[in-house]
């Protein structure tokens, strides 16, 4: 559509930014013009970053995330505890969990969710590999810390009954109200599952 | 905030993208984690689009563009009509009418507006070149395409009083009723300007 970049290397450009989630037609071209327009502050460090990052970052052979060393330095650092392992679905909940900032122990990442509509089975995920780990010496608990959908309920059911032989204690997020909710506003799910397990 | 990624590799692309325009932080840790996640059909195309982008994107020395050559495409085209220029404030705006498609004039990419309070002044923007290309041999009209906004008018002022020695036609956009515009739901000032200049 741009006739001036037909082809060239500005419309190759804003189709490489518009597959970038979030960004669509429009707002790749207001991108890539931003960063033409500011080469040495937009467009020569995020070069520099994403050859950095090609060249560097690494899924850790022990819990899966993504890190600058494997195993990452979550894994390697003495003062995690590591007979907690928490596990999540994604690199992206280990780094909100990360940000909330209250947990000690080591994570997994399962990569995904077991999902038989999209034909997603244990052997997808990094289940064994958990296993694994959850019977190794000095571990004591698995928190299975996944999405409160219906994909990643099923997973943790399914986890914890893996798991349920190997000794170590299970465990699971809270649900219930969360901070600054407003039961008015609260979807009625959550509010029964609040009121079930009220303490 | 992202632990695992702290002065890493990861931190440093999710604070490249965060720059972008339209991109904040949550959106930068999303975009980070789909282009690792996606290294081949994401990650590897936008390095090479940037890497492209970096060395072979020019800004033309006749109208101002972006393009993969200087002297741009549109400047270059012996199928367009050298003699009407159509006058822009950013490459943004002639890739608009570009996509529009009814154009087959060249271009002059001013580079913004007159803006006494940001002090940009004339000397700030491409209209020196831009009154030297008027003054050419058969250059017959100046559209001024510049936003409808006070800037924009103020600059379009300027440039129809510069541009009143030069001997060519000094035109602009019709303001008026958009495609599709419901009268109820315009604002006050384009509806008058559309009874105003009613035809």
């Given at each position: 559509m741009v006739r001036a970049g037909d082809g060239g290397p500005i419309q190759r450009l804003i189709q490489a930014l518009a597959k970038l989630p979030g960004l669509g037609p429009r707002s790749a071209r207001r991108t890539a013009l931003a960063l033409l327009r500011q080469r040495e502050t937009l467009l020569d460090p995020l070069a520099a970053a994403i050859e950095e990052a090609r060249r560097s970052v690494l899924t850790c052979r022990v819990c899966g995330t993504l890190d600058g060393t494997d195993p990452c330095g979550i894994c390697t650092d003495p003062a995690r505890d590591a007979s907690r392992i928490c596990?999540?679905?994604?690199?992206?909940?280990?780094?909100?969990?990360e940000r909330a900032g209250g947990w000690q122990g080591r994570y997994h990442v399962l990569g995904g969710t077991l999902s038989p509509l999209a034909s997603v089975g244990p052997d997808?995920?990094?289940?064994d590999a958990?296993?694994?780990?959850a019977a190794e010496d000095g571990v004591r608990e698995v928190v299975l810390a996944l999405n409160i959908t219906v994909d990643g309920q099923t997973t943790a059911h399914y986890l914890a009954d893996r798991l349920g032989s190997s000794g170590v204690a299970v465990t699971r997020l809270a649900q219930g109200v969360p901070l600054g909710g407003e039961l008015d506003y609260l979807d009625d799910?959550?509010?029964l599952a609040a009121l079930a397990q009220r303490r």
């Open positions: 596990v999540v679905e994604q690199v992206g909940d280990l780094w909100a969990i997808r995920l990094s289940i958990l296993l694994a780990r799910g959550t509010l």
